[in-house]
């Protein structure tokens, strides 16, 4: 979801890729294959995350909007209603999500050097808010991996 | 062996002239296989086999470079100079035959010449090698005991025959350097990474006596031939520091094969892992902390993002054409979910 690289350059790599394999003179070497095998790979896990992508999306921009009106008095959470709920990709939901966790963290932070000057491992003391954010972005990963997995359909060959 | 005729005349010629410059080839040497490996993201390797007659015949030779598009910005002499004092430790590495510091090569950058040791690399995310290695652990276990030993010996080879050969680096160091890293490449705000570098400094461990850290231990980059483990590789990463990094790294999942499926359900696809912290304890008489080997198994996965990172960041500005770099942005996911499950999410 949190992606660097945008679909139109995975799509330019993999023809890259293409060409320059095209181009070469003799029969490839161990590299050269391992290049057009990767840029296979790269394809068959571009189809898939974009069959999935809108459906993910969605769903994780539903449920960080579900969690933050849980804390309508918060600042840090009202804030970031607005930034989800423009979101286009998930860099943009990332972006929303790093600010908003900074802001529950140092507060959490404070909270526990008040109370303990031992801080405990594990988010066990995190605010609800926060603890609830982590369990939609694990959410998140298993089911980012779970769409990658998927077999594109009708890509012209079953392996 | 390639077919002679395709053998790029500047690069041998390179290498027999790196070769004699050592007396590690004759006058009447001639290479007669040179092809690029699959392997390397930080360096490109070549396999190199020369015919000498004033030696022992056919010599079999590994070529390190490093490439302008490295994904890591480290010292190829520096890796050089490690090989040299691993020659006198019982870790077993491949001897090295000479290093050509020069950045206008005809491999395309600096380059050092080892031996190449019998066995091959194996990877992890290829359901055979995962079977070799589960076949390895159901009987013999020959590969399983090599590789902890392998870490073992590393971490009882004394750091100060490597204090002018890499960097010292501590807890806060360590965690330091990737996340310099990691702000100077990242693309894209990512909420886990940013959560995980809190969460791992809130928990720092109590030190332990710095030893020699391989810095990338895993079994992908070891030689397996013979159901035996035969050499340590890729030494790029190696600092002085906490030897739980290493331990960490290895039980990270990606470590086993874990990419958008699950991978070998063996500890770095290689042994159970009760079996494998005892063998190590008993080894290296030092205890194995568990929550300790998970704290520093999030640092190798931030190490991860921190290196995949700069694959990505030199691929985006068109600095690399290694398609690699950008399938790398596919492993994230799976780093995310690690992290998610080490941090108790």
Known sequence: ?159 | MSDTAAIDPAKASAALELLRAVDSAGPRAAVVGLTQMEGGWSRHTYAIDVEDPDREGLRRFIGRVRPEDSVLDTDLGQEFEIYRVLEGEPVPAPRVHGYEPSADTPFGGPYFLMERLPGDGLNVWRRPDRELLEADWAAGRGIAEDFVDGMAAIHAVAPEKLADVVVARDFRGTVGRWREIYEEVHLVADPVVEEAYAWILDNEPEPVEPRLVHGDYRIGNCLVGGGRMTGVLDWELASIGDPRFDLGYMALPYSSGRFVTAGSPLLGAVADRDWLDQRYEAATGRPVDRSVVDLYAALGALMLFSIMGTGLSLYAKGESSDIRSAWSRFVFPGLRADLAQLMGW
């Open chain 1, 1 to 159: 979801m949190f992606n660097a690289l945008r679909t139109e350059q995975l799509i330019a790599g993999i023809g890259a890729t293409a060409r320059t394999a095209a181009g070469a003179a003799g029969p490839p070497d161990e590299y050269a294959r391992g290049q057009l095998l990767s840029a296979y790979s790269v394809s068959r896990l571009l189809a898939a995350e974009v069959s999935a992508e809108a459906a993910l999306l969605a769903w994780l921009r539903g449920e960080l909007l579900d969690a933050v009106a849980t804390a309508p008095e918060d600042p840090a959470a009202a804030a970031a209603v607005p930034r989800i709920e423009a979101a286009t990709d998930g860099a943009e939901v990332g972006a929303a999500l790093v600010d908003l966790l900074a802001e529950l963290r140092a507060r959490d932070t404070e909270e526990r050097v008040r109370t303990s000057p031992r801080i405990a491992r594990s988010s066990a003391n995190a605010p609800e808010l926060r603890t609830r954010i982590h369990a939609i972005l694990r959410e998140m990963a298993q089911r980012e991996l779970a769409a990658l997995a998927a077999r594109p359909q009708g890509s012209g060959s079953s392996r």
